[in-house]
């Protein structure tokens, strides 16, 4: 059964960092888009960054400069380093991946994205 494993969350207070790791099992995805989703209460799911098999990356305009995404083939993992953190980026993040099937345009729509990890915890205070 094919699982995202999402792990680095917690509480951060503003200004500080945190990294999320996602680890996949079950299979390989080193040809697949993976992003990085949040979503706090009472609102939707949003996009934050992606990463495609090219190397090709994209950021939501909220975290541009502040957030990293990157991936490691070789461990199957793909990160997020967040600096700068601030309390609006408080909310449960999630890990995911897109076939490569699908085209460079569509990299923010979730519904595209097929795997999913159960979310970690993202806390800033202010």
């Known amino acids: 059964q094919v699982q995202l494993v999402e792990s680095g969350g917690g509480l951060a207070q503003a200004g500080g960092s945190l990294r999320l790791s996602c680890a996949p099992s079950?299979?390989?995805?080193?040809?697949?888009?993976m992003g990085w989703f949040r979503q706090s209460p009472g609102k939707e799911r949003e996009f934050v960054a992606a990463?495609?098999?090219?190397?090709?990356?994209y950021y939501a305009d909220s975290v541009k400069g502040r957030f990293t995404i990157s991936r490691d083939n070789a461990k199957n993992t793909v990160y997020l380093q967040m600096n700068s953190l601030k309390p609006e980026d408080t909310a449960v993040y999630y890990c995911?991946?897109?076939?490569?099937?699908?085209?460079?345009?569509?990299?923010?729509?979730?519904?595209?994205?097929?795997?999913w990890g159960q979310g970690t915890q993202v806390t800033v205070s202010s």
């Open positions: 995911a991946a897109q076939s490569p099937a699908y085209g460079s345009s569509s990299y923010a729509s979730a519904e595209l994205y097929h795997f």
């Open positions: 079950g299979r390989t995805f080193s040809t697949y888009t």
């Open positions: 990463i495609r098999w090219s190397g090709m990356i």
